[in-house]
């Protein structure tokens, strides 16, 4: 077994300022998605230049962090917000979703389009492979910070996580879920990305796929407590949120391109 110890949620401080583990982690993920993204706008055939891609960057960071945490609000905890509204903002706090920050960017990408005349698939086509390492770093914050941790495990490699049951090993979920939604995406997806692909392909092989490892890796995480399982004592809400995200991949991959 391995134990983890008691990190302190700040990577470092000065003074009264203070960076916290999480937030780097979001940064790392920004700041690779920047330099991904600048790399593919030099490629003329995708039809997109950088300063394009600097703009979309800064609808993304603010879709994605607004709809991260409203949707957690919304999907996760909606009556302990309902009771203690004060408590939405507090992100240091954690609680964001992959979900909402999904339908955020989903939003933002939608927005950018009809400023700039590109269809929505098209924009999503060229940001999603920039998205996995943004979902590595941020698992590895989860993994720091001893939350969203696995389900009780008796194999070599399970942790024992600081805190009130920490004589329990869980899974390290948390690294399950950056080597597939992480490492392992990022590697298909762009792979999969390097030449030209039908109109949706690229955002309907994400969809499918993230559908996909997230499903999968929640077998080994342990439901939200105030949740549990909400369908069938086995699935739960991150794995219910995971089913249209495939079907929609799926229609993406599968369907007729139109024509012009």
């Given amino acids: 077994m391995i134990r983890l110890p008691e990190l302190d949620p700040a990577l470092f401080r000065l003074g009264s300022f203070e960076v916290r583990w999480y ?50 609000v919304v999907f996760y905890d909606p009556m302990h917000f309902l009771a203690h509204p004060a408590d939405i903002p507090a992100v240091w706090k954690g609680g964001m979703s992959f979900h909402g920050g999904a339908i955020g960017v989903f939003l ?16 999503g086509d060229f940001i999603v492979p920039l998205a996995p390492p943004g979902l ?48 392992l995406l990022f590697a298909l997806l762009w792979f999969y990305s390097r030449k030209p692909r039908p109109r949706g392909a690229v955002s309907g092989a994400f969809l499918l796929l993230y559908g996909c490892f997230r499903f999968l890796a929640e077998f080994f995480r342990e439901p939200d407590a105030q949740l549990g399982f909400v369908a069938f004592d086995w699935m739960s809400m991150g794995q219910a949120l995971c089913l249209p995200m495939v079907a929609a991949g799926a229609w993406l991959l599968l369907r007729k391109p139109r024509q012009g």
């Fill in 23 to 72: 937030g780097f982690m979001y940064a790392a993920g920004f700041l690779c998605a920047w330099l991904l993204g600048r790399f593919r706008a030099r490629q003329s055939w995708r039809g997109w230049t950088p300063v394009q891609m600097d703009d979309i960057l800064s609808w993304l960071i603010v879709g994605l962090l607004l709809g991260a945490r409203i949707g957690y």
């Fill in 136 to 183: 590595f770093f941020g698992r590895l914050g989860n993994f720091i910070n001893s939350e969203l941790v696995g389900r009780p495990s008796s194999l070599p490699w399970a942790v024992l996580y600081p805190g009130p049951d920490g004589d329990v090993p869980r899974h390290p979920s948390q690294l399950y879920e950056a080597g597939l939604e992480g490492l």
């Fill in 108 to 123: 933002a990408a939608w927005l950018f389009a009809k400023k700039t005349g590109k269809t929505l698939l098209d924009v």
